[in-house]
Nanobody
Framework: QVQLVESGGGLVQPGGSLRLSCAAS????????MAWLRQVPGKQREVVAT???????NYADSVKGRFTISRDNGKNTVYLQMNSLKPEDTAVYYC??????????????WGQGTQVTVSS
């Protein structure tokens, strides 16, 4: 079994910052790419940022220069530092990991989602 547990969401004023964390645990052999996605009601889930096992990153245009994705491979954890938050960043944020289990199966796993609300 593999679990991804997210933390760090909450309510923040426009211009503020939040840091999301997502820790993967269980029968993990290796983790390839990790990502953060977000979803608002009535819209498709969108990719916010991705990071490969060697640290290469990509960002959605809407968050470039404001968000930073990073990972600690020793802790199987991915982070999303969100600065200069805007009301349009309000969403449920999900982490995703493409990993190989100790049973040598390869698949995508998802966190449970954490709410981020940007409002004054």
């Amino acid at each position: 079994q593999v679990q991804l547990v997210e933390s760090g969401g909450g309510l923040v004023q426009p211009g503020g910052s939040l840091r999301l964390s997502c820790a993967a645990s269980g029968s993990i052999l290796s983790i390839n790419a990790m990502a953060w996605l977000r979803q608002v009601p009535g819209k498709q889930r969108e990719v916010v940022a991705t990071i490969t096992s060697d640290g290469s990153t990509n960002y959605a245009d809407s968050v470039k220069g404001r968000f930073t994705i990073s990972r600690d491979n020793g802790k199987n954890t991915v982070y999303l530092q969100m600065n200069s938050l805007k009301p349009e960043d309000t969403a449920v944020y999900y982490c995703n990991a493409h990993l190989v289990t100790t049973y040598l199966t390869q698949s995508d796993y998802w966190g449970q989602g954490t709410q981020v609300t940007v409002s004054s």
